[in-house]
Nanobody, 127 residues
Framework: QVQLVESGGGLVQAGGSLRLSCAASGGTFSSYTMGWFRQASGKERAFVGAIRWSVGITYYADSVKGRFTISRDNAKNTVFLQMDSLKPEDTAVYYC????????????????????WGQGVQVTVSS
């Protein structure tokens, strides 16, 4: 059974940085797309970015492009979300998600395409 465990959340001032980690287990992730989503209080879950594990292609939401970077460590089966220049509007619970055999860029931002989810970590950016 695939399991995803996020870590690295916390409280940071605007303009600061955080790095989230997502440790994946229970699967062969070379064929997966790993996504990051976030959900602010009272809002729907929204796409942040994703990486195709095998080739390292990344995708980003316009709201984080140029500030957030996704990477992976194959040896540790871990995906990272480096968040720089954080803004108060980045405050949310951040989720890691995994989708097997997801290759269509059109589908990458879609919540429903992801089969596995982590428990989420809180990120709070103070002004």
């Amino acid at each position: 059974q695939v399991q995803l465990v996020e870590s690295g959340g916390g409280l940071v001032q605007a303009g600061g940085s955080l790095r989230l980690s997502c440790a994946a287990s229970g699967g062969t992730f070379s064929s997966y797309t790993m996504g990051w989503f976030r959900q602010a209080s009272g809002k729907e879950r929204a796409f942040v970015g994703a990486i195709r594990w095998s080739v390292g292609i990344t995708y980003y939401a316009d709201s984080v492009k140029g500030r957030f970077t996704i990477s992976r460590d194959n040896a540790k089966n871990t995906v990272f979300l480096q968040m720089d220049s954080l803004k108060p509007e980045d405050t949310a619970v951040y989720y890691c998600a995994a989708a097997p055999n997801l290759y269509n860029a059109y589908d990458v931002p879609r919540v429903r395409r992801y089969d596995y989810w982590g428990q989420g970590v809180q990120v709070t950016v103070s002004s």
